[in-house]
């Protein structure tokens, strides 16, 4: 089923863009720890 598929893939790509904004988020948290 594509739309299965396309919806699977939208949730996927919120996904990794979450990730890739908390990883930024704990690197900016560790930065601002050593100072």
């Not at 699977?8 to 100072?35: G, P």
Request: no cysteine; charged share 25%; hydrophobic share 45%.
């Amino acid at each position: 089923n594509i739309a299965l598929w396309m919806k699977y893939e939208a949730l996927w790509m919120k996904y990794e863009a979450l990730r890739d904004q908390y990883e930024a988020l704990r690197i900016q948290h560790q930065t601002l720890s050593m100072k």
